[in-house]
């Protein structure tokens, strides 16, 4: 049996086995390479041609695509290991399915390890920036580290709450204010408004209030326009800030 029909029924596996990773976080994955030796080969052949059948596990390298905004991916390179089951059809070739033995969520993090810590300082950096005595225990700094962090990650609760390792209770909680004000908006943060020279740092200011339960956004027809309304009902338009 030709090894080289081999190596590739193993590809084609790999390759299918990467458009099933649905991750929340992971925008896309696709197999870079597999440095499969000969001696691997010729066990697998050896299978074939006695049972028909034939099974190995092997390590490929893997390229995710992790999301680092709205519109920005990561490339990310690791070594994942798969179980591999082949076999022959009844024209004589070669095919076979691929499944992971890693956890995708796994690899999520793995990705995001080598640079979290220093994201993760420019994000308390940033809230403090807005107000310098808040403590990183109280309920608006954290809730502060939930939008800024979504805006990286995704609006995603479990990819946010291992970003920040803090309880994912916490997490949904914040995630219901962002998603009534509409902040969080499917795969998307709305947060354009954040870059706008002029009124970016006020809405970024509004926004945190609104994941801190302090204030409520909500559109407003007359306005054509968000509006921020604060406990006692009064509405802060965006466009007069």
Not at 30 to 55: H, W
Not at 160 to 177: G, Q, Y
Not at 187 to 210: H, Y
């Amino acid at each position: 049996m030709k090894l080289e029909a081999i190596r590739t029924a193993i590809e084609h596996a790999v390759s299918v086995a990467m458009q099933q990773v649905k991750v929340p976080g992971i925008s896309g994955a696709e197999l870079n390479e597999i440095p499969l030796d000969p001696k691997q080969l010729r066990a697998v052949a050896a299978q074939l041609e006695n049972r028909k059948l034939a099974e190995a596990r092997i390590s490929a390298a893997v390229a995710f695509f992790l999301r680092v905004s709205n519109g920005d991916v990561l490339e990310s390179i690791q070594c994942i290991e798969f179980e591999v089951k082949l076999n022959v059809d009844g024209n004589g070739s070669v095919c076979g399915v691929a499944s992971s033995l890693t956890d995708w969520a796994e690899c999520w993090d793995q990705g995001f390890a080598p640079f979290k810590e220093a994201a993760l300082q420019n994000m308390r950096n940033d809230v403090l920036s807005i107000d310098g005595t808040l403590s990183e225990d109280s309920a608006t700094f954290r809730s502060a580290m939930v939008l800024f962090s979504s805006e990286m990650v995704g609006p995603y609760v479990e990819r946010i709450a291992s970003f920040l390792d803090i309880p994912c209770s916490f997490v949904d909680v914040v995630a219901a204010r962002l998603l009534e004000a509409r902040i969080w908006e499917g795969d998307q943060v709305r947060c354009e408004s954040w870059f706008d020279p002029k009124k970016g740092g006020a809405t970024i200011l509004l926004d945190v209030m609104v994941a801190a339960g302090e204030f409520i956004r909500s559109w407003s027809v007359e306005k054509n326009d968000y509006v921020y309304r604060v406990a006692d009902m009064r509405s802060i338009s965006h466009m007069a800030i």
